[in-house]
């Protein structure tokens, strides 16, 4: 396993990490074998939010690290905050990034995940309503308290970044985005400058070349998904070429196709951080061998193209 600083926080972090949405429909003994896969193959980071099942994802991630008996001091755990989901039928209904609510949120969250910090924690999408002073006290109520350590954001602007930053005393670290072979506009937008087609429309505000300029750590969200939560592309028979082209690469490199699904994010050189989100192990382990294979140039382009995009 690889591991490379996240933003300019100093923490070393595995280039793979463990995404626990899905961990709250598994039990127990399920749930442990997950975690201790993941641990095994070198993955010292988990991620969750406190909105994945009202907390039950955290609550059984959190359940399962004390369970293998890891050391705390020996991993990082990051959550997010900032959505706020009716009791009643778990729908969203607003963002929230008051204080009241922030700090609320997370105090519930480290109660879920057994701990009394979180390394990371993430404001999980925009608040347009958002009081920057309001943020920046309950950002440095939870950093002076001990609770949490770096902070960050998820599915935001290069101009959203800024805006917040511009209030907060603390480092935004962290932006986590989709991105992957099914999910590829903010490289589209970079080969098509100066263009009028389709792909040159910019949706994300230069997000990579952003990123890259501020030291912000992308991590890469559903990477085996194409469009929305539309499905997977990996065996999908909607994408032969992309297939064709992963097998291809991947018996070059004497690995499964899951892991040059992953390989293709952690070459590019914005030092992306890629959150694995299956919950079956042995899939787990094809797609962490991903953090130690190193693709070409000419493979990743051809991917790239194989994936549907063109080179203009």
């Known amino acids: 396993m690889k591991y490379s600083e996240i933003g300019t926080s100093g923490v070393k972090a595995s280039r793979v990490a463990l995404g626990a949405m899905r961990i709250r429909g598994k039990n127990g ?7 201790r896969t993941a641990l095994d193959g070198g993955i010292n980071f988990f991620d969750t939010a406190d909105c994945y099942g009202a907390g039950a994802s955290s609550r059984r991630l959190g359940q399962a690290l004390k369970d293998v008996g890891v050391d705390r001091s020996k991993i990082f755990v990051q959550t997010k905050f900032g959505i706020y989901r009716d009791p009643k039928d778990d729908n969203i209904t607003r963002y929230d990034f008051s204080k009241d609510h922030l700090v609320a949120a997370l105090d519930s969250e480290l109660k879920n995940l057994q701990t009394d910090y979180v390394d990371f924690v993430l404001l999980h999408r925009p608040d347009t309503l958002v009081d920057l002073d309001d943020l920046a006290g309950a950002f440095n109520e939870l950093q002076s308290s001990g609770k949490v350590r770096h902070f960050g954001v998820s599915n935001m602007n290069p101009m959203q ?17 989709q991105f992957g072979l099914g999910h590829t506009g903010m490289v589209q937008q970079e080969m098509h400058v100066n263009m009028e087609d389709t792909p040159s429309i910019d949706h994300d505000g230069g997000l990579i070349s952003y990123s890259r300029l501020k030291r912000m750590t992308i991590q890469a969200w559903s990477p085996f998904q194409f469009g929305f939560f539309e499905g997977v592309f990996i065996d999908n028979p909607k994408f032969p070429e992309l297939n064709e082209a992963l097998q291809s690469v991947a018996d070059a490199h004497g690995v499964a196709k899951n ?22 192990p042995s899939r787990l382990r094809e797609m962490m061998a991903g953090a130690d294979i190193e693709i070409t140039a000419q493979e990743w382009y051809d991917l790239y193209v194989a994936a549907g995009n063109d080179l203009p």
């Open 29 to 35: 003994d399920e749930a442990q074998e997950i975690v």
């Open 161 to 177: 970044v800024e805006m917040l930053q511009s209030a907060l005393d603390q480092k935004l670290e962290v932006n986590q985005l």
């Open 259 to 280: 892991a040059i699904a992953v390989a293709w994010i952690l070459r590019h050189p914005a030092r992306m951080q890629v959150l694995l989100g299956s919950m079956t």
